[in-house]
């Protein structure tokens, strides 16, 4: 069996605000977040990706945040950074495509966010009571 295997994605939210005027230029900055929850007893676990893309200067002016939500099968024989680093190599895709597409389907310049390297990332875990 693989580390995780995608079940299937939702789009739990899609922000969007773009009042910039025509050939406006603007410095885009964004900050994201990832966390896994694991079911009790079953090797299944829910991936939340939470980005936002904004304008560096004035985030009302320009913004777009999305959250997708992406269910695993996961080996429950892997550590629990293993899964949380793959099950986010396998939903960060989704959410690069959305908000790709959600900006070009606006008539502006596509915003294609950059590869994240989770492998390199800082991973806080909290494991929650042993009885649950």
């Known amino acids: 069996m693989a580390v995780v ?6 789009v739990d939210k899609i922000d969007f605000v773009n009042t910039t005027e025509n050939g406006t230029k603007i410095a885009l900055g964004n900050k994201y977040s990832y966390q896994v929850q694991y079911a009790v007893n079953k090797s299944v676990a829910k991936g939340t990706f939470d980005i936002e893309v904004h304008d560096k200067e004035n985030p009302d002016r320009f913004k777009i945040h999305v959250i997708v939500v992406g269910i695993f099968a996961y080996n429950p024989n892997e ?8 099950t986010f190599k396998a939903l960060f895709p989704y959410a690069k495509a959305l908000i790709t597409t959600v900006t070009a389907n606006c008539g502006i310049q596509p915003v294609i966010i950059p590869n994240i390297d989770i492998d390199n990332q800082e991973i806080y875990r909290i494991d929650g009571p042993k009885n649950q």
Do not use: P, R, S, V
């Not at 295997?5 to 939702?10: R, S, T, V």
């Not at 550590?79 to 793959?86: G, P």
């Open 5 to 10: 295997n995608l079940q299937g994605y939702k």
């Open 79 to 86: 550590k629990k950074e293993l899964i949380h680093t793959e």
